[in-house]
């Protein structure tokens, strides 16, 4: 495989249950800090733990954009508010102009919340939704993106991806291959999925929600904990000063089953082989891997059976026990998450783990610790068979 050519990463940003901004999470990364909680969402009262995000329904929309007013796109423009995002955003449309910035987001479930409230003020005599209530700019699924695009004034090509958990980890590599093509010359990429009644009792319907906190590679895990998150990264095709570098994105659909991954992971390693590969690395380059690492007892072997093949004894954990299952945003988030991890110079430990479970042979970290990494793999896998890994590189 061709090595791509690698993108610099000149901003990125992040907003879950563990705060808002990248400073609030390498402050939580090192104290090993949970942002999970037992509590109810909305009028959920399922004996779980959930990942809400801190001040989203304080969140004002922009003027004119009251349409488009709805959890998912308040959570969104919390996240472009931090670091000082939206504003690097508005320096590359200046220097690229508007039609030369893309925007491309993964979500699952976007602001179906929206929706789920909207039918409970239905016409008791036809059942009509109320007239207040805006499909196209709040659930429909390319919302968040029309939101974003038309908040930040961008002008270029913009689409969701939607391929569950993998959403927000496969659209760093639709940017870079537009980048390549000259299609574009930046891009924001990212992902936002907000709480919801749809997937609380979804999941729960399966039985992988877990009524304690998730305790990811545990012998006693039991499911996931679903948390809510927005996270962005701004991609340029040159940069004098870039965060961190977008070496490799791989990708795979293994189709195996609707709901559980291939019992030996086979899509999984084959998305993680193409990453280094086209990274221009070899497996004992990555210096850690951020594994998807759900919490559920089919995904975490599955993963632990690809991981080991892969890399072999790299050191890996998963961040989800810190800020749950953001579904759709996790692919951003834990690629955000990475690239703190090496601006930080900090391994993230897996939290909640009581005992590891003997069957799994990956050597995970349960605690964190000071590690020089240069090159991290952050693994994003979703229902289907939809597998994606991305090959970051710190700035030095």
């Given amino acids: ?3 791509m050519q690698p993108v610099p990463i000149t901003a990125y940003t992040l907003a879950t249950a563990l705060g808002v901004g990248r400073g609030m999470h390498a402050q939580a990364l090192r104290e090993g800090r949970s942002g999970l909680a037992a509590k109810p969402f909305e009028t959920v009262t399922l004996p779980t733990w959930i990942g809400e995000v801190p001040g989203v329904d304080a969140q004002a929309m922009p003027a004119g954009m009251d349409d488009f007013d709805c959890r998912n796109n308040r959570l969104a423009l919390l996240a472009l508010q931090a670091d000082g995002f939206e504003q690097q955003v508005l320096a590359a449309r200046e220097r690229w102009g508007a039609q030369r910035v893309g925007v491309f987001l993964g979500t699952s479930t976007s602001g179906i919340l929206q929706t789920e ?3 409970r003020r239905r016409d008791d005599a036809n059942g009509a939704l ?3 209530f805006h499909y196209a700019q709040t659930h429909n699924t390319y919302s968040v993106a029309a939101f974003v695009r038309q908040h930040l004034g961008l002008q270029g090509p913009a689409f ?3 391929t569950a958990c993998s959403s927000s980890a496969k659209v760093f590599g639709n940017a870079a291959r537009m980048i390549a093509l000259g299609l574009i010359d930046a891009a924001v990429v990212g992902g936002v999925d907000s709480l919801c009644l749809t997937t609380l009792y979804g999941f729960h319907s399966l039985e992988l929600l877990s009524p304690d906190i998730c305790r990811p590679w545990d012998a006693e895990r039991h499911g996931l904990s679903l948390g809510e998150a927005g996270a962005y990264a701004l991609l340029e095709r040159d940069s004098a000063s870039p965060q961190a570098w977008l070496l490799g994105c791989g990708e795979s659909s293994d189709g195996h089953h609707m709901s559980s991954p291939h019992p030996e992971g086979l899509g999984a390693a084959q998305a993680m082989q193409d990453a280094v590969a086209q990274a221009g690395l070899t497996a004992q380059d990555i210096d850690y891997v951020n594994l998807h690492g759900t919490a559920t007892p089919n995904n975490d072997q599955a993963e ?8 072999g004894a790299v050191p890996c954990s998963s961040t989800k026990g810190a800020t749950g299952h953001t579904l759709g945003a996790a692919g951003a988030v834990e690629a955000a998450l990475s690239m703190l991890s090496m ?3 900090w391994l993230p430990g897996g939290l909640n783990v009581r005992t590891i479970d003997p069957a799994l042979q990956a050597n995970y970290q349960c605690e964190g610790r000071a590690a020089a990494l240069r090159h991290v793999a952050s693994n994003s896998f ?3 068979g939809s597998n994606a890994c991305l090959v970051l ?4």
């Fill in 1 to 3: 495989m061709t090595p």
């Fill in 117 to 119: 409230l909207a039918y």
């Fill in 130 to 132: 109320p007239a207040d």
């Fill in 160 to 162: 969701v991806v939607s």
């Fill in 304 to 311: 632990d059976m690809a991981v080991s093949r892969v890399f």
């Fill in 343 to 345: 601006a930080q110079q």
């Fill in 382 to 384: 979703g229902f289907g």
């Fill in 393 to 396: 590189r710190g700035a030095v």
